[in-house]
T-cell receptor, first 114, second 113 residues
Framework: ETGVTQSPTHLIKTRGQQVTLRCSSQ?????VSWYQQALGQGPQFIFQ???????GRGNFPPRFSGLQFPNYSSELNVNALELDDSALYLC?????????????FGPGTRLTVL | SQQGEEDPQALSIQEGENATMNCSYK?????LQWYRQNSGRGLVHLIL?????REKHSGRLRVTLDTSKKSSSLLITASRAADTASYFC?????????????FGSGTRLSIRP
């Protein structure tokens, strides 16, 4: 158990809809990163939030957006869902000030887009 | 694009044998990490090795890093059924933000009883 929780566990949406995924960081961590993992692939970096501001973004379109709240919990929003958005979405929290990149992952949200 | 690439993509060994997985990456790094993932669930951090380290141990795990070859290896000794999982290396590019890491495509390890 890493102390990082994600909700919901599973989600089914249809193409064109919007979805919000949530992540609660491990206590004391100030950084949250989101990853998309397609079946049989490694996680792909979506973006990172540090102290409520975006701090790096991967190769994902603007319809992927996020928020980090004062308690360091986070949301990932995806608009205009496409079939290829079906994946496991992972969030990971870390303490950037420690100078280590060790990240603690949540169990993931499996999103299916029909 | 993937920074790290694991080799082999899949590995099946007998329980009790040693398992070796390799990772190659493209750019200079601050450190390299190995993670384990069971059945499409969250990733579990195994070990971190810094760019100025050459070898690190943790229990039955041994990680080596060769920055001149931009490669790393993960050795699991005396494998157990519970070691069946996918293993990923993850790197951060030198000069990147503190926690941005990039994963390889993984090695799927199966331990036969």
């Amino acid at each position: 158990e890493t102390g990082v929780t994600q909700s919901p566990t599973h989600l089914i949406k249809t193409r064109g809809q919007q979805v919000t995924l949530r992540c609660s960081s491990q206590s004391g961590h100030n950084t949250v990163s989101w990853y998309q993992q397609a079946l049989g692939q490694g996680p792909q970096f979506i973006f990172q939030y540090y102290r409520e501001e975006e701090n790096g973004r991967g190769n994902f379109p603007p319809r992927f957006s996020g928020l980090q709240f004062p308690n360091y919990s986070s949301e990932l929003n995806v608009n205009a869902l496409e079939l290829d958005d079906s994946a496991l979405y992972l969030c990971a929290s870390s303490l950037a000030d420690r100078g280590s990149n060790e990240q603690f992952f949540g169990p993931g949200t499996r999103l299916t887009v029909l | 694009s993937q920074q790290g690439e694991e080799d082999p993509q899949a590995l099946s060994i007998q329980e009790g044998e040693n398992a070796t997985m390799n990772c190659s990456y493209k750019t200079s790094i601050n450190n390299l990490q190995w993670y384990r993932q069971n059945s499409g669930r969250g990733l579990v951090h195994l070990i971190l090795i810094r760019s100025n380290e050459r070898e690190k141990h943790s229990g039955r795990l041994r990680v080596t890093l060769d920055t001149s070859k931009k490669s790393s290896s993960l050795l699991i000794t005396a494998s157990r059924a519970a070691d069946t999982a996918s293993y990923f290396c993850a790197t951060d590019a030198l000069g990147s933000s503190a926690s941005k890491i990039i994963f390889g495509s993984g090695t799927r390890l199966s331990i036969r009883p």
